[in-house]
Each structure stands twice: as structure tokens, then as C-alpha cells.
């Protein structure tokens, strides 16, 4: 069974920078991808960014490229996601999830994903 533990999210100003981490317990991160999704308040789970387990292909919501950048350390079991610029609509519980795949799969759709952490909140307002 993998677990997925998220940390790092906060409170900031529009324009700041926050990284979130997602420690997963498994003894290799071998052969899952990893992906972040978040939910506003009233509104749908959405993709945020994933990248595979090799780490050579990642994906991007619209609403966030250019901004977030998504990196995986395997060696520490972590993936992190840096968000840049952030906007109050940024705002949202943010999650990592995984699913095992050995092909350079990055989806951004929810039902592939096996697991699921728990969540940190990433508010962003003045």
C-alpha cells in the first residue's frame, strides 16, 4: 500500500511563492507517476501538473503553466511542485496522488490515479 503525505502549504501574499513536498512511503518510487490536484471551495477536484516516473515528461493545467514546476526526487521518495506568481484563484486544498505505470504517461485525469494523500491548504489572499 503507498502513502502519500503532503506538506508545505500556507497562507501568502498574491505574487509569492510556496513549494509543496509529497513524501511517499514505498521503498522505490519506481514505475509511479505523480500527480497534484487541488480543490477550491465548491468546485471540482482539478489536475494541477504530474510527471512520470522517470521524470521525462510532465504536464500542466493551463490556468498554471509557466508558474508551478513540477521535479521528483526519487532518491528522497519526494516530488515537489514550485508555485510561483500565485493568484488568490490558486487557492484550494492541494493533493498528490500516484499510479503505477512504466509508460511516459502524464495525465491530468483524476480516475487514473490509485492513491491519494491527504491534502495540505494553500490559501492566497492579501
Known amino acids: 500500500q503507498l502513502q502519500l503525505v503532503e506538506s508545505g502549504g500556507g497562507l501568502v501574499q498574491p505574487g509569492g511563492s510556496l513549494r509543496l513536498s509529497c513524501v511517499i512511503s514505498k521503498f522505490t518510487l519506481e514505475y509511479y507517476a505523480i500527480g497534484w490536484f487541488r480543490q477550491a471551495p465548491g468546485k471540482e477536484r482539478d489536475g494541477v501538473s504530474c510527471?512520470?516516473?522517470?521524470?521525462?515528461?510532465?504536464n500542466y493545467a493551463d490556468s498554471v503553466k509557466g508558474r508551478f514546476t513540477i521535479s521528483r526526487d526519487n532518491s528522497k521518495n519526494t516530488v515537489y511542485l514550485q508555485m510561483n506568481s500565485l493568484k488568490p484563484e490558486d487557492t484550494g486544498v492541494y493533493y498528490c496522488?500516484?499510479?503505477?505505470?512504466?509508460?511516459?504517461?502524464?495525465?491530468?485525469?483524476?480516475?487514473?490515479?490509485?492513491?491519494w494523500g491527504q491534502g495540505t491548504q494553500v490559501t492566497v489572499s492579501s
Open positions: 510527471i512520470t516516473f522517470t521524470g521525462g515528461t510532465t
Open positions: 496522488a500516484a499510479f503505477r505505470s512504466r509508460l511516459e504517461i502524464a495525465t491530468l485525469t483524476s480516475a487514473r490515479y490509485d492513491y
